[in-house]
């Protein structure tokens, strides 16, 4: 099973303000439904929230503290190996947020999926830095802003490096 996170991060690795996304990139999340489609995907509680129900056509598992938490369409679990356990069976899984499920699981990803925004913004919420001794990039693809896309950014795919595995 491949574990990798997938990310949209300013310049200086902000990631939301007061639990909100801070731009809005219709590419970026064309790209978040292409990748996660048919997969596991693990959030926190507030990220949940914040979507307001299941992603279609993923496993969705909510990572809580709450002992009687419970969502309709939703698996939960209480600790990381639990989340694990529930996408059992998921080719890849992706942690597609809060900042501490980002954090929790950093070392242990095998991919990172990055939407790099080339701007740097006041924020709440950080991913942790990407240190080229563990992260190799892949592949990076740039695009302009435009009339939808606010920002420039560019879509990079990051791999573990095996010594950090």
Not at 15 to 30: A, M, Q, T, V
Not at 122 to 127: K, L, P, R, S
Not at 128 to 156: C, L, M, Q, V
């Amino acid at each position: 099973m491949k574990l990798s996170i997938i990310v949209a991060a300013s310049e200086n690795n902000v990631i939301g303000r007061d639990n909100k996304l801070i731009w809005h990139l219709p590419n970026d999340l064309k790209r978040f439904k292409m990748l996660t489609t048919g997969n596991a995907v693990i959030m926190g509680r507030k990220t949940y929230e914040s979507l307001g129900k299941p992603l279609p056509n993923r496993k969705n598992i909510i990572l809580t503290r709450q002992p009687d938490y419970a969502i309709e369409g939703c698996m939960v679990a209480h600790n990381e190996e639990e989340a694990l356990q529930e996408a059992a069976g998921s080719d890849e899984v992706f942690i597609i947020g809060g900042s501490e499920l980002y954090h929790s699981f950093w070392h242990q990803a095998n991919a990172l999926y990055l939407t790099r925004i080339h701007t740097s913004v006041e924020g709440d919420t950080h991913i942790p830095p990407i240190h080229s001794d563990t992260w190799i990039e892949e592949s990076r693809e740039f695009h302009w802003a435009d009339e939808k896309n606010g920002y420039n950014y560019s879509f990079i795919t990051y791999k573990k490096n095996q010594t950090y595995i």
